[in-house]
């Protein structure tokens, strides 16, 4: 319990910092919605998260939700995927937790994957190019088993 005590200390810190850093003033809705995006592992637009947060009480803006999502993807602390329907999909950014997406064209199923192979490759394609990679975004799209 004391562990992820200091856990959420220090990510609430990293929410602290970042605002004012981009001249925004930390409030608890900004706060329920870095949250929300920590505490799910779902890959949601801004009006999911939105109304998910409203369904729960919080009295929020449209504005407050994208203007954070904003700041979140600007500074790395979320994800931003575009799966190519038009609207833009979430997911916190854990840096230690690495993953690519296979995303279906036909329902949007994300299905998230790890593979050593492929990040192995990538790392030696770099080299053989003299290339300092410091992230990626592997997307990879088709049908799903559900859709066939």
């Known amino acids: 319990m004391r562990l992820n ?64 999502i904003d700041v979140l993807v600007k500074n790395n602390l979320i994800d931003k995927l575009d799966i190519g329907d038009g609207r833009a999909r979430f997911e916190y950014n854990d840096k230690y937790l690495h993953h690519d997406h296979l995303i279906c064209t036909s329902c949007d199923k994300i299905i998230e994957f790890n593979n050593n192979e492929i990040e192995e490759l990538q790392n030696k394609i770099a080299k053989q190019h003299n290339f300092k990679l410091l992230y990626h975004s592997h997307q990879l799209f088709g049908i799903c088993k559900d859709c066939k």
């Open 5 to 68: 005590l200091n856990k959420i200390k220090i990510t609430m810190q990293v929410l602290k910092e970042t605002l004012h850093k981009e001249g925004l003033r930390y409030t608890k809705q900004r706060q329920e919605i870095w949250n929300e995006l920590r505490s799910s592992d779902k890959h949601r637009d801004a009006e999911e998260i939105l109304f998910t947060l409203r369904k729960r009480g919080l009295k929020i803006s449209r504005a407050t939700v994208y203007r954070t």
